[in-house]
C-alpha cells in the first residue's frame, strides 16, 4: 500500500492493530499471536476504550481487510495460524510513533502526560516533550497526518490528542468519559496526580499478569498441553 494511500479504518479494525501492536512489546515470547489471543486481547476489560466483545469471525473479518492493506501479515507454524503487525513499514514511521498510535488505537484520545504513562511498558519517553515532539512529526507528516490535537475542553489544563486512522474523530470520541455534552463538566473531581498513579498501578498490574501469561504458555507448551481460553 503507498503511503499517500491510507484506508479509513474501522473500530475493530484498529483495534485488531493496536492489540498486535501492543502485545509485539508488551508479551514478546507469544508474538506474532493466535486468533484466540488477538480476541482476548481485542476484548480486555483494562486499558481499552471503549470495552468491546468481539467475535472470532469479527475479528478474523478484520485480519482479512488489513492484510489487503498490507498492514497484517499471516505466518504458519505450530498448530495454529498466527498474525503481526506492518504499522511501521507500511506508514514509514518510526518506533515511538508507532507505539503512540497503539495507545490512541486502544484507548481513545490522550494527553500527552497521559500517553507519557500509558506507553510506559512499550517505550520509556524521557519527558513529555519528547511524546509532543514525535505526535507533532505524526500531524505534520507530508503524505497524510496521522494525528490532531483536539481542543481543549473547558477547565482542561491540557489538550488531548487523537489518531486519524479512522478519520476525523467523532464529537462523542472528542469528549472523555464522566463528562457530559451538556454541561461539558466532568461529572467527578479527580486529580490528574490521582490519574496517574491509578495509571500507573494498571500498568503495574498488566505487566505481571503479562509475565504470569507467559510463564504458563511456557509450562502448557513444554507439558504438551493447550491453554485454556
Not at 494511500?5 to 515470547?29: F, H, W, Y
Not at 486519524?164 to 461529572?187: H, I, K, W
Not at 494498571?202 to 507439558?223: D, I, M, P, Q
Request: charged letters at 20%; proline letters at 5%.
Amino acid at each position: 500500500m503507498s503511503s499517500t494511500t491510507l484506508p479509513v479504518l474501522s473500530l475493530v479494525e484498529t483495534r485488531v492493530l493496536g492489540v498486535l501492536a501492543e502485545k509485539q512489546r508488551t508479551v514478546p515470547d507469544s508474538y506474532p499471536l493466535t486468533l484466540n489471543s488477538l480476541v482476548s486481547g481485542c476484548n480486555q476489560k483494562t486499558s481499552r476504550n471503549p470495552v468491546l466483545e468481539l467475535t472470532e469471525s469479527q475479528v478474523q473479518a478484520a485480519i482479512d481487510s488489513l492484510r489487503g492493506y498490507s498492514l497484517v501479515a499471516e505466518t504458519s507454524g505450530g498448530r495454529a495460524f498466527r498474525y503481526e503487525h506492518n504499522v511501521d513499514r507500511v506508514l514509514r514511521i518510526p518506533s515511538q510513533s508507532v507505539i503512540l498510535l497503539t495507545v490512541l488505537m486502544l484507548r481513545g484520545p490522550q494527553t500527552a502526560g497521559e500517553l507519557r504513562i500509558a506507553c510506559d511498558r512499550m517505550h520509556n519517553f524521557a519527558d513529555i516533550s519528547s511524546v509532543e515532539g514525535f505526535l507533532d512529526e505524526l500531524a505534520e507528516r507530508p503524505a497524510s497526518a496521522l494525528v490532531v490535537k483536539l481542543p481543549r475542553l473547558p477547565g482542561a489544563r491540557e489538550s488531548r490528542w487523537a489518531h486519524l486512522l479512522s478519520g476525523p474523530p467523532a464529537e462523542e470520541t472528542m469528549r472523555p468519559a464522566g463528562v457530559s455534552s451538556d454541561t461539558g463538566q466532568a461529572s467527578h473531581d479527580v486529580s490528574l496526580g490521582e490519574i496517574a498513579a491509578l495509571k500507573a498501578n494498571v500498568a503495574r498490574l498488566e505487566a505481571e499478569v503479562a509475565s504470569l501469561k507467559a510463564l504458563l504458555g511456557r509450562v502448557c507448551s513444554e507439558l504438551g498441553i493447550s491453554e485454556a481460553g
